[in-house]
């Protein structure tokens, strides 16, 4: 079967418009990882020997399993568990999120070091509670330093989303399965998914490199 360039592009118009899908997921599924991470982080950071050991075998059990085993926990195993079903989107939403959350906490920790001390100190000595020194404080320059690696996380993410399909989410993937099955030509749809995933990715990388670019001159 020869390559036909003319049904990528005409692919891409209906994964084009699927992809819509996969960003919006994306862009939910980091906002609430960002709330995750961050969360664990706060948590982490309290010494609490306990938590932080049911934390790290939940990092590990995370670390160690493939996102598309994580899925399938979250829109099969959850109902199994509790008899409550998630509807595909909001059960990949979840998993992804979850995942994301203890790889942001992961980053934030590796750059927490980077902080000065001697502002929380200052701020302690002032008497403000911690709550207000992590908010006023540390976060804002916590989420500036790790702006470049947050966007790269989010390409994670975007690509993840492709796994949604599994589990009957419309996005870019299945939309190109579903045309290569109508047309008998599953190659061309999935080289124009690929290619929609690619500038995708390409765009966020350009802007997570402009943002590195900015926090190296502000370090200067």
């Given at each position: 079967m020869n390559f036909n360039i003319d049904l990528v592009f005409a692919a891409m118009p209906r994964v084009g418009e699927a992809a819509l899908v996969n960003l919006r997921i994306a862009a939910i599924a980091l906002a609430l990882a960002l709330?995750?991470?961050?969360?664990l982080t706060i948590v982490r950071s309290l010494k609490i020997r306990p938590v932080n050991m049911v934390i790290a075998v939940l990092l590990s059990f995370i670390r160690g399993t493939p996102i598309l085993i994580q899925i399938f926990l979250v829109y099969y195993g959850l109902p199994a568990a509790t008899g409550f079903r998630l509807a595909p989107e909001v059960a990949g939403i979840?998993?992804?999120?979850?995942?994301?959350?203890?790889f942001i906490s992961e980053i934030m920790r590796g750059s927490l070091p980077e902080i000065d001390s001697g502002q929380v100190e200052a701020s302690t000595a002032l008497g403000l509670s911690r709550p207000v020194i992590w908010a006023q404080i540390i976060l804002p320059q916590l989420l500036r330093r790790i702006s470049p690696m947050l966007v790269n996380e989010g390409t994670v993410i975007v690509k993840g989303t492709?796994?949604?399909?599994?589990?009957?989410?419309?996005?870019?993937?299945?939309v190109?399965?579903?045309i290569g099955a109508a047309r008998f030509r599953p190659f061309e749809p999935i080289v124009a998914a690929a290619l929609m995933f690619l500038a995708i990715n390409l765009t966020l990388a350009f802007v997570g490199?402009?943002?590195?670019?900015?926090?190296?001159?502000?370090?200067?």
């Amino acid at each position: 079967m020869n390559f036909n360039i003319d049904l990528v592009f005409a692919a891409m118009p209906r994964v084009g418009e699927a992809a819509l899908v996969n960003l919006r997921i994306a862009a939910i599924a980091l906002a609430l990882a960002l709330v995750g991470g961050t969360l664990l982080t706060i948590v982490r950071s309290l010494k609490i020997r306990p938590v932080n050991m049911v934390i790290a075998v939940l990092l590990s059990f995370i670390r160690g399993t493939p996102i598309l085993i994580q899925i399938f926990l979250v829109y099969y195993g959850l109902p199994a568990a509790t008899g409550f079903r998630l509807a595909p989107e909001v059960a990949g939403i979840a998993a992804i999120a979850l995942n994301s959350s203890f790889f942001i906490s992961e980053i934030m920790r590796g750059s927490l070091p980077e902080i000065d001390s001697g502002q929380v100190e200052a701020s302690t000595a002032l008497g403000l509670s911690r709550p207000v020194i992590w908010a006023q404080i540390i976060l804002p320059q916590l989420l500036r330093r790790i702006s470049p690696m947050l966007v790269n996380e989010g390409t994670v993410i975007v690509k993840g989303t492709a796994l949604l399909a599994v589990i009957t989410v419309v996005e870019a993937l299945r939309v190109a399965q579903q045309i290569g099955a109508a047309r008998f030509r599953p190659f061309e749809p999935i080289v124009a998914a690929a290619l929609m995933f690619l500038a995708i990715n390409l765009t966020l990388a350009f802007v997570g490199w402009l943002l590195e670019r900015r926090f190296a001159k502000e370090r200067r």
